[in-house]
């Protein structure tokens, strides 16, 4: 696609880096049919072909975009199932930031907006206020009827009160290997995860200790910036991402890091792109790479080191959602899938396993309609495969579709953990599951149908093969 | 002027207005394709949900002599996308809402689809009831439309590769707002049995009237599909000189003759299976000549590759049972001293040979998409003749072609995809659209293919939208008659993409 930038915009390295990616574009379209705000809403405008040409206009126009672009950029979720289906393989994802950024820059949004997203990008990095908020904000739930219609759906998101078993809990900041150190690694705490769902750190722990990791979390490594980021807020996205290199290249000068290992896929997702965040910093970039090189999904990590039998293998129906920032931008589908069966469970797949569930960072926050569809659409899919557990790898997964979806949703690490000495995910204390016996399974599947559509089967017929061979 | 605006009031209260759309930003998208021409522009994009509002669409056209232009679902890329066959008709996008799997019959294998049915949704379905069918894929991306390949008589690679001669009963509504169902389905009954199972019913088999044509549209069609083996194992070889093609036909014929392969042959040149991970190298640095022979062998070697690769599969028990029909071929090639096998397990990972395996084992893969890069730029074409299974004439047939893509400043990309008596030569041109000169050669070139094969008596089995009136022009003025009278008989009025596929009512311009 021919591109119409003056040299002067050219000069600067971000507009430079969108012209290339913006000629790339061939308008193919292959990426609408799986986009899901276009699937949902067949706009022209809101699929990534329409937006990355609402982009180019802004960009070469380089003043303020109308409110109509910004409605259509703000729609864009980052799930890049886009970038799965381009022939061309367009940057999108980067492209998609540089637009935000120059929104932020140069759109006025109305006064609610900007305090909301102000909030929003200050307090939820942050685990003090954050914390305060969430107090606030369980207060401000019995009022709900009162509240400002933008402030309703974080109300929604609110999640139950922390457990107090002192198995969930993570108190230290540094946890020695059980038995012979092999590896010492890093772990990003996360900003939110730590406060509304620390068991799933708590868990993770416990699975690399018990595989010979040490495991470190500075306290000066924070919010990985994903939030900011994805707000068009570079500069606090940079920060937060300069103090996160800061501390982890100290571990990996003074005792060495074999990895940094993420187990929030969206913050994974961040910091596996720190090289290019911090690009052009020139205190920061070369350092930036450095940690870049050594992050990896836990989940990655794992079946990297190797993970021996269960001790107590879990024989559920679990049904794998894979969290579009892990399957679409890590590509990382393997490995959970391949650990959870190891630990004993019978896994499925869902149906659009393409589809984002909604949550997206904060886009459940500030686009709430669009995220509650696409939070039904994924709860119909997963209950289409009648699991009896739900695993993701990310924080934002497991509380969007635990809004939507009646099957207790936990995190893949808990599950593992559960198999190999662990107490049972917090999730699943108070549900009782039938333990799936191996012959059994191929039947319940077989008899188990509340589909409309009509299915031809003979009961007795369990064998998988339609035909002799 | 007066009869759209008429025709848009009447559709608006049949469907909803908001399944009415005039946004400027769809028209243009709609309108876009990848061929040399200029983008047509629909002048609507109408959206129905179900059978009975396609029938109010085509008796509202009738009314106010409006020109419609159905589609299905996916990006028929380089074949004319989404663009009506004119300008200013008015597309009716089946896909977006009649997208339901209507029956899985998991005893007789077969599927009852909605136009807006994607190998994706299919494939996702399937797997939900336990894998035990398989899909049929094309070489096109998943999202792709499973009746609008078939349709169109598109085809995959394994036992089920026919995707038109694998649909069992469709329901078509007629130009004149009749609905018929084709094959058993015509019993004047709503409880019928045999609709997708019999292919063997009284009275002329209609459904090949309604394949690349514009004498009705199709809202439901049965697809049989394949069980899934216990096991597929794939085999390839690989060939180091252009002119290995004619022995390799050679080879290919007396395996498919007996069936003893039960896949199709894929054969596909160097550019076809190394395009989709590269880019000519010669044309970034600024040539606008056919890549040098000197590049291509340098990219052969750069992915252990040759001139051409052939892929098959055999489906079995096991792998062990699979095993000695492998051993089969393996020494029927390997008599030539030229084929290099590559076996199963190597090839998964070969990303050109993945593609293929993927292909055969119903696994819709983006794969091969990257090969809309090999030159930047958003043009791509297809040119689909084919030749019989006898070694000498394709390789005429192949210098030929080679040497027309050569004059015009071409790449010659191209997959053979071989039955007993025949092999469908898939040729493709990409060029960059916005490069005025090289665009009109991308299209002097496919103008120059179709002359030069059909002088050899080579016409062609499938085509490009803007290339329709163009193959029309190559057949029996007889057989373009009949087809215009077919047209007046089914759609008097000329409601259905008039057009389409070189078919008009008589006397139309």
């Known amino acids: 696609m021919k591109t119409h930038f003056t040299q002067t915009q050219l000069a600067e390295p971000q507009i430079a880096e969108a012209a290339d990616i913006l000629q790339s574009c061939q308008h193919f379209g292959f990426c609408t049919s799986g986009c899901p705000t276009y699937v949902l809403l067949h706009d022209e405008n809101d699929g990534p072909r329409g937006r990355i040409d609402l982009i180019k206009e802004m960009l070469e126009s380089g ?78 739930a019995r009022f709900g009827r009162w509240m400002p219609p933008a402030v309703r759906p974080l109300l929604e998101l609110l999640p139950p009160p922390r457990s107090s078993d002192p198995a969930d ?89 074999d990895a ?38 836990v989940c990655e990590w794992l079946m990297r080191i190797g993970v021996s039998a269960p001790t107590t293998p879990r024989r559920h129906k679990v049904t794998y959602h894979d969290a579009c920032s892990l399957r679409n931008v890590q590509k990382v589908t393997q490995p959970p899938r391949a650990l959870l069966l190891k630990a004993g469970y019978f896994v499925s797949d869902v149906p659009e396993a393409h589809f984002c569930c909604g949550s997206a960072g904060t886009y459940n926050m500030l686009q709430p309609d669009l995220a509650r569809q696409l939070g039904q659409r994924k709860a119909a899919n997963l209950a289409s495969t009648h ?61 188990a149908s509340s589909s409309e559509q009509p299915i031809h089967f003979y009961p007795g017929n369990t064998s998988k093969d339609m035909g002799v061979w | 002027m007066k009869n759209i605006q008429n025709f848009l009031a009447q559709v608006r209260s049949d469907l909803g207005d908001q399944w009415v759309d005039q946004r400027p930003e769809t028209l ?86 909605e136009p807006g049915v994607s190998f994706q949704m299919l494939r996702d379905e399937l797997r939900r009831r336990g894998d035990k069918l398989m899909v049929s894929a094309t070489s096109g991306p998943p999202h792709g439309g499973i009746i609008g390949n078939a349709m169109d008589r598109g085809a995959g690679y394994g036992p089920y590769f026919d995707h038109f001669g694998m649909t069992c009963g469709m329901e078509v509504v007629l130009g004149n707002g009749e609905v018929i169902r ?61 002119e290995d093609l004619a022995e390799i036909i050679e080879l290919c014929r007396p395996m498919k003759l007996s069936n003893f392969v039960p896949s199709l042959f894929r054969i596909a040149n160097d550019l076809y299976a190394m395009a989709p991970d590269e880019r000519n190298p010669e044309y970034l640095e600024g040539s606008r000549q056919s890549i ?33 029909l492998v051993a089969r071929v393996r020494g029927h090639f390997e008599r030539s001293g030229k084929a290099r096998y590559i076996g199963h397990d190597e090839a998964l990972d070969i990303p050109a040979l993945r593609i293929a395996i993927d292909s055969m084992s119903g696994e819709p893969s983006a794969g091969e998409l990257g090969m809309l890069q090999w030159r930047p730029g958003s043009g791509n074409s297809w040119f689909l003749p084919g030749t019989p299974m006898v070694g000498s004439q394709a390789m005429e ?72 009136d163009l193959h029309m022009e190559q057949m029996m003025p007889s057989l373009r008659r009949a087809c215009q009278a077919i047209k007046q008989a089914l759609d008097p009025n000329g409601v259905i993409s008039p057009g389409k596929y070189g078919i008009d009512l008589p006397g139309a311009k």
């Open chain 1, 63 to 140: 003043g303020a975009p109308s409110s109509k672009t910004v409605k259509h950029l703000d729609r864009c979720m980052s799930c890049m199932s886009c970038m799965g289906t381009c022939a061309v393989k367009v940057d999108y994802m980067h492209l998609i930031d540089v637009g935000r950024a120059h929104i932020e820059k140069t759109y006025r949004r109305p006064l609610a907006e900007r305090l909301l997203r102000s909030a929003l990008g200050f307090v939820l990095p942050r685990r003090n206020l954050f914390k305060s908020a969430l107090s606030l904000g369980r207060i401000a």
């Open chain 1, 169 to 257: 809990a993570v108190g230290q900041r540094n946890y020695p290997a059980v038995g012979v150190r092999r590896w010492r690694v890093a772990l990003l705490e996360g900003c939110v995860q730590p406060e509304i769902a620390p068991h799933i750190n708590a868990a993770t722990i416990r699975m690399l200790t018990r595989f010979g990791c040490e495991v470190v979390m500075p306290e000066a490594a924070g919010c990985c910036g994903s939030l900011n980021l994805h707000m068009g807020k570079q500069e606090a996205a940079r920060s937060f991402a300069r103090a996160n290199v800061a501390a982890w290249l100290n571990e990996l000068d003074q005792g060495g890091l």
């Open chain 1, 260 to 297: 940094i290992l993420v187990n929030a896929s969206g913050c994974g997702t961040t910091v596996k792109d720190y090289g290019h965040l911090l690009k052009g910093d020139p205190d920061f970039e070369q350092g930036a790479q450095r940690v870049a090189a050594i992050a990896v999904d």
């Open chain 1, 387 to 447: 699991p009896q557990i739900v695993a993701a790898g990310n924080i934002g997964c497991i509380t969007q579709i635990g809004l939507h979806s009646p099957t207790p949703i936990v995190h893949t690490v808990e599950l593992l953990d559960w198999a190999y000495g662990g107490p049972a995910p917090l999730a699943l204390r108070t549900v009782s599951l039938e333990e799936i016996a191996i012959d059994k399974e191929a039947h319940d599947e077989a008899v």
């Open chain 2, 28 to 113: 243009v998208r709609y309108g876009e394709h990848t061929l040399p021409g200029q983008a047509r522009a629909p002048s609507a994009v109408l959206f129905p949900e179900s059978t009975a509002q396609v029938v109010a669409i085509v008796k509202a056209a009738n009314e106010f002599g409006i020109a419609l232009y159905p589609i299905s679902t996916g990006n028929n890329i380089g074949l004319g996308s989404r663009a009506p066959a004119r300008a200013g008709q008015v597309v009716v996008d089946l896909g977006y809402r009649m997208n339901r799997i209507r029956e899985i019959n998991e005893e007789t294998c077969y599927a009852e689809l």
């Open chain 2, 182 to 242: 084709t094959g058993d389905g015509s019993l004047d009954t709503e409880s019928l049995v045999n609709w997708h199972v019999s292919k063997f019913s009284f009275g002329p088999a209609l459904d090949g009237l309604f394949a690349q044509s514009n004498f009705g549209i199709v809202t439901r069609v049965g697809v049989w599909l394949m069980p899934r083996p216990p096991a597929s194992r794939s085999f390839h070889f690989v060939f180091p000189d252009d």
């Open chain 2, 292 to 324: 040098s022979g000197t590049a291509r062998k340098a990219l052969q070697g750069k992915h252990g590759l040759g001139a051409w690769q052939v892929s098959g599969m055999f489906y079995g028990a096991s792998a062990a049972a699979i095993e000695p």
């Open chain 2, 397 to 468: 047939l192949d210098r030929l072609g080679r040497a027309i893509y050569e004059k015009h400043g071409m790449d010659y990309v191209v997959m053979h995809v071989a039955s007993a008596r025949f092999a469908r030569g898939l040729h493709v041109l990409v060029w960059n659209k916005d490069d005025a000169g090289e665009n009109a050669r991308a299209d002097a070139c496919y103008r120059e293919l179709t002359l030069e094969f059909s002088k050899r008596g080579i016409g062609v089995g499938r085509a490009p939208a803007d290339y329709a």
